[in-house]
């Protein structure tokens, strides 16, 4: 089975739901194509959900997908807090940031009962979480709504404790990727493996479709990912230039620069580790720094930092999140790229 006949769509592309740089447009575009267009929620509260799900659906009647993080919310930690902001001291008085005025809640919201009551109004085809599964309460309201479920595995391990939990469809999420890893059983990045590595480990031992993320890029990567099991692809990066995304004026530039073909894993801007681009904050803290305030509190002191940086048109301390192959980023529709990416499937 693949996802044309698990989802009804016309092609086996996802188009990556991407929080910060991409809206309905995005995945409208996509849906259009034939693929399945994503809404990333990691970011909005209930009432910004219901206004992204009721303007996809007044721009496509096709299948879509709704993301959400299910991560647990953190106690606030004024001690790690402060020292996190003694280690960023030099950064504020840089930029004239006064830490004592900055907010000190989370800057990403997982998936809750105001968040299910959205899902029970609009039906979307598709429900993704990243880092596990939420409650079964949750997931057992999400499944109600009669959509099928996702969730991202980075090892064989969590691909058999999602099927073990009763999702739909396994995404593997290859070290590659770009953006915050799935990672949800432990935190050992030592663990973690490429795409190809990891697709036909999960292939040859779940039940359930299994999905290849990270690292593709063209028609050719579609290709080897079919050849390999996969029940279809999803990409992020590949769609980061095209018109209908968000992504921003620095990051399109880093984005088409000799700058992206390097990429690491940070915890730096989320607490979480995350794949982007290289900048000047992620040179000088480094990527994996000790003593980052727990995901997603870190965001509050990096979130300062970046509006005062981006607003003299730098780039320091701005997340650029992309997966390691930039070599599909291209400025075409998201349309034209998608039935391009469908052809390495067909072939």
């Known amino acids: 089975m693949d996802l044309r006949d698990l989802l009804g769509t016309e092609l086996p592309i996802i188009q990556a739901p991407m929080a910060g ?16 267009g994503s809404i990333p929620a990691g970011m909005l509260d209930a009432q910004a959900l219901e206004a992204e799900l009721s303007a996809i659906e007044a721009l496509t009647d096709r299948p879509y997908n709704v993301n959400f993080f299910c991560h647990p919310t953190p106690a606030h930690d004024p001690a790690r807090i402060e020292a996190w902001h003694q280690s960023l001291a030099p950064w504020f008085a840089e930029f004239g940031i ?6 000190s809640g989370p800057t990403r919201q997982p998936f809750d009962d105001t968040m299910a009551e959205v899902l029970e109004r609009h039906r979307p085809a598709l429900v993704s979480f990243h880092f596990g599964l939420p409650s079964p309460e949750l997931l057992k309201r999400a499944r ?33 990727a770009g953006g915050h890893r799935g990672i949800f059983l432990n935190e050992d ?33 579609v290709a ?45 801007f989320t607490g979480r580790p995350a794949r982007g681009i290289v900048n000047r904050l992620m040179r000088e803290l480094g990527p994996l720094p000790v003593g980052v305030p727990a995901f997603p509190l870190a965001g509050n002191a990096i979130g300062a930092l970046r509006a005062k940086t981006e ?37």
Not at 241 to 253: G, I, W
């Open 224 to 268: 080897a990912a079919h050849t390999l099991g996969a029940a279809g692809v999803q990409l992020g990066t590949a769609y980061l230039l095209c018109p209908e995304s968000r992504t921003s004026a620095l990051h399109r530039a880093a984005l088409q620069s000799p700058r992206a073909r390097h990429t690491t894993l940070t915890t730096l």
């Open 21 to 36: 740089a991409q809206n309905h447009e995005l995945a409208a575009a996509v849906c259009g194509a034939g693929g399945l």
């Open 144 to 176: 109600a709504t009669g959509a099928k479920i996702a969730s991202s595995a980075t090892t064989l391990e969590e691909g058999l404790w999602l099927q073990e939990h009763g999702v739909d469809l396994v995404i593997a999420q290859g070290l590659e």
């Open 189 to 221: 990045l030592t663990t973690q493996l490429g795409t190809f590595a990891l697709l036909p480990q999960l292939v040859d031992a779940l039940k359930v479709p299994v999905v290849a993320a990270g690292g593709i890029a063209d028609s050719k990567g």
């Open 311 to 347: 607003g003299l048109g730098l780039d320091h301390c701005t997340p650029l999140w992309a997966g390691q192959n930039v070599s599909g980023c291209r400025e075409v529709s998201a349309a034209e790229l998608t039935r391009e990416l469908a052809a390495g499937w067909q072939a």
């Open 98 to 103: 006064d830490s004592s005025t900055l907010p």
